[in-house]
């Protein structure tokens, strides 16, 4: 972003440009991980699809206790994963920012201790008004704030049931985007940059352009692209459902929630260069 115009416009463009730096840095470590990842997740599977095969003709022992620890080394791979992305909201503290990390409280963080402070947020979408909760927990040093809907994220799986994609996961993610930016309008410090992952958060993006008061009055929003190929389409005539029935979108504008956040963003990137071109 160019660092001219007014004194405050210029600070904070300076402190984005900053930060856009140190993402960048982190994801192209972090790209550099997941390629070796994928490359190593390879020979166990391939080991799993030869053992399959061979136990469609004979059960083997042998080779179930084979498949069982190719699980096991992937399992322990995903969790090496798990670990990075912790590790993004540690870097940037441990570069002096302040961070928070908010999220579903989907229904695997239901067994988490939590601290006993929590605020009530009520959220309008469309014609619908709905309330929640915001809990809140401190993992590896790093404040969590839980945004907390037993229908919408009190599930079994975060976006699906196993086989099909929740019906309402318009109105699932577009709740908690609009919720997210409402706790974070009502705090003390201002926020400098919300920082969006994949089509779950690319609604802020939208919702940021008329909530800028309070702690979001010079906020930016920066949308991070994990995986292109799973966008959220939508139908034109459900913006009013999620609250942009004033919206014109362009016409030659994908609808889905990704490409939203991308036309909205103030900055778009990706976790590898195999991602930035897509449809």
Same mark, same amino acid.
Request: glycine share 8%.
């Given at each position: 972003?160019?660092?001219?115009?007014?004194?405050?416009?210029?600070?904070?463009?300076?402190?984005?440009?900053?930060?856009?730096?140190?993402? #960048?840095?982190?994801?192209?470590?972090?790209?550099?991980?997941?390629?070796?990842?994928?490359?190593?997740?390879?020979?166990?599977?391939?080991?799993?699809?030869?053992?399959?095969?061979?136990?469609?003709?004979?059960?083997?022992?042998?080779?179930?206790?084979?498949?069982?620890?190719?699980?096991?080394?992937?399992?322990?791979?995903?969790?090496?994963?798990?670990?990075?992305? #912790?590790?993004?909201?540690?870097?940037?503290?441990?570069?002096?920012?302040?961070?928070?990390?908010?999220?579903?409280?989907?229904?695997?963080?239901?067994?988490?201790?939590?601290?006993?402070?929590?605020?009530?947020?009520?959220?309008?979408?469309?014609?619908?008004?709905?309330? $929640?909760?915001? #809990?809140?927990?401190?993992?590896?040093?790093?404040?969590?704030?839980?945004?907390?809907?037993?229908?919408?994220?009190?599930?079994?799986?975060?976006?699906?049931?196993?086989?099909?994609?929740?019906?309402?996961?318009?109105? #699932?993610?577009?709740?908690? $985007?609009?919720?997210?930016?409402?706790?974070?309008?009502?705090?003390?410090?201002?926020?400098?940059?919300?920082?969006?992952?994949?089509?779950?958060?690319?609604?802020?993006?939208?919702?940021?352009?008329?909530?800028?008061? *309070?702690?979001?009055?010079?906020?930016?929003?920066?949308?991070?692209?994990?995986?292109?190929?799973?966008?959220?389409?939508?139908?034109?005539?459900?913006?009013?459902?999620? *609250?942009?029935?004033?919206?014109?979108?362009?016409?030659?504008?994908?609808?889905?929630?990704?490409?939203? *956040?991308?036309?909205?963003?103030?900055?778009?990137?990706?976790?590898?260069?195999?991602?930035?071109?897509?449809?």
């Amino acid at each position: 972003l160019p660092e001219t115009g007014p004194r405050e416009i210029a600070a904070l463009s300076r402190r984005f440009n900053t930060m856009a730096g140190q993402v #960048r840095d982190l994801l192209s470590a972090r790209t550099t991980l997941l390629a070796g990842i994928s490359h190593d997740l390879r020979t166990p599977l391939t080991r799993m699809r030869l053992a399959l095969e061979m136990l469609r003709e004979q059960p083997n022992e042998r080779l179930m206790a084979g498949l069982e620890r190719d699980l096991e080394q992937m399992n322990q791979l995903i969790g090496t994963v798990l670990e990075l992305a #912790r590790g993004l909201a540690q870097a940037l503290k441990a570069k002096g920012r302040q961070v928070t990390v908010l999220m579903p409280r989907y229904g695997a963080l239901y067994n988490q201790a939590l601290q006993n402070d929590w605020q009530s947020v009520y959220v309008e979408l469309g014609t619908e008004r709905y309330g $929640c909760a915001v #809990r809140h927990l401190v993992s590896d040093g790093i404040a969590v704030a839980l945004i907390e809907h037993h229908d919408f994220f009190q599930r079994p799986r975060p976006y699906n049931d196993g086989e099909q994609a929740y019906p309402d996961n318009l109105q #699932r993610f577009a709740f908690f $985007c609009k919720a997210a930016l409402l706790y974070l309008q009502q705090q003390p410090q201002p926020v400098d940059i919300v920082h969006g992952h994949d089509w779950q958060s690319a609604l802020a993006a939208c919702y940021l352009q008329g909530m800028r008061s *309070g702690a979001l009055a010079h906020s930016r929003f920066v949308l991070t692209v994990h995986n292109a190929a799973y966008q959220q389409g939508f139908g034109r005539e459900q913006l009013a459902s999620i *609250g942009l029935a004033d919206w014109h979108l362009p016409a030659d504008l994908p609808t889905s929630l990704l490409a939203l *956040g991308v036309w909205q963003a103030a900055a778009v990137n990706t976790v590898g260069p195999e991602y930035r071109d897509w449809e």
